[in-house]
């Protein structure tokens, strides 16, 4: 292959971080932590897809279910493609629609696949408290349910969590104290540096992608820029949260994770390189089945 070219967008301004960069891009451990590669979005031209984040230099992609049906999808994804990894798990978004067989499903699957080795968390499950619907009342008191009962599926079959976090860090953290550490990745996080390190504790990283690139997002960049790299991972949760040099509305790729890098490294004032390779290790020991799955 090339000399590494992160294949930023035009619009982006990391060339500078790109060249600090002088291994094959093959060789640098650049990862998707959150895809939700299985979305309609991408049933168009998801081969084009993935072949356009692989030029990127994306080696490997989690992708995390985010209801029942799309179990089976995501585990036929993750091995259709080369360093490809899943989670499966009831989003909270997902839950007013959910049934208690729905657990049962969750439970039978990971039981049925649990040799599997791209199987690697249960996720993306969590709280939202923003979405004015679910939040209060019955809805808010189901989405709870739920989400202690994926916690001790979790931990039944010793498994780490990818978690959705809106405006819920407080209840999420409460609910993690109730048991033994599971640990995992808390996708997209935007809390205070207390509640960050409350998770780090518990044995999270933190998820980073196409917020961190917009100037007004200040809270999510102090985070990504006090926080050390060893706590945090690269993600894009395509299609949605695009970076802010794409056009508003539009979808959102993998292949983006490496202008993403690039931005971060950027506000940090280091290499792309040193951003790549020491999140790239966060997320292998946050999750720890990765490693068999990512590793050269």
């Not at 959150?34 to 031209?45: K, P, Q, V, Y």
């Not at 490496?258 to 004032?269: C, N, S, T, Y």
């Not at 390779?277 to 997320?283: C, D, L, P, R, V």
Request: proline content about 5%; glycine content about 6%.
């Amino acid at each position: 292959m090339e000399s590494l070219s992160l294949n930023l967008p035009q619009q982006s301004p990391e060339q500078s971080t790109e060249q600090q960069l002088q291994q094959p891009k093959h060789h640098l451990p650049l990862f998707d932590t959150h895809c939700h590669l299985d979305a309609e979005a991408f049933d168009s031209d998801r081969d084009r897809v993935i072949e356009r984040a692989q030029e990127a230099g994306v080696r490997g992609i989690l992708i995390p279910a985010v209801d029942k049906q799309h179990f089976p999808v995501v585990r036929d994804l993750a091995h259709c493609m080369q360093k490809g990894a899943y989670a499966v798990g009831i989003h909270p978004l997902f839950v007013s629609e959910a049934e208690e067989s729905d657990l049962k499903a969750l439970e039978q699957f990971l039981r049925d696949h649990q040799d599997d080795p791209r199987l690697v968390a249960v996720g993306e499950i969590g709280l939202d408290f923003f979405v004015p619907s679910i939040r209060e009342g019955r809805a808010r008191e189901k989405q709870i349910v739920f989400y202690r009962e994926q916690l001790a599926l979790a931990q039944a079959f010793g498994l780490p969590v990818l978690l959705h976090v809106r405006r819920s860090q407080d209840e999420l953290l409460k609910w993690l104290r109730r048991q033994a550490p599971i640990g995992g990745l808390a996708h997209a996080f935007n809390g205070s540096f207390q509640q960050a390190q409350q998770f780090i504790d518990l044995g999270f990283c933190l998820g980073m992608g196409g917020a961190l690139t917009f100037t007004r997002a200040k809270q999510i960049r102090r985070l990504a820029t006090s926080i050390p790299l060893s706590d945090l991972v690269l993600e894009t949760d395509a299609p949605d949260l695009g970076p802010a040099w794409l056009e508003k509305g539009s979808r959102n790729e993998p292949a983006q994770v490496a202008a993403i890098a690039a931005r971060l490294a950027e506000l940090r004032q280091t290499s792309a390189k040193a951003v790549i390779e020491q999140t790239a290790a966060a997320a292998m020991r946050a999750v720890p089945k990765l490693q068999a799955v990512w590793a050269e």
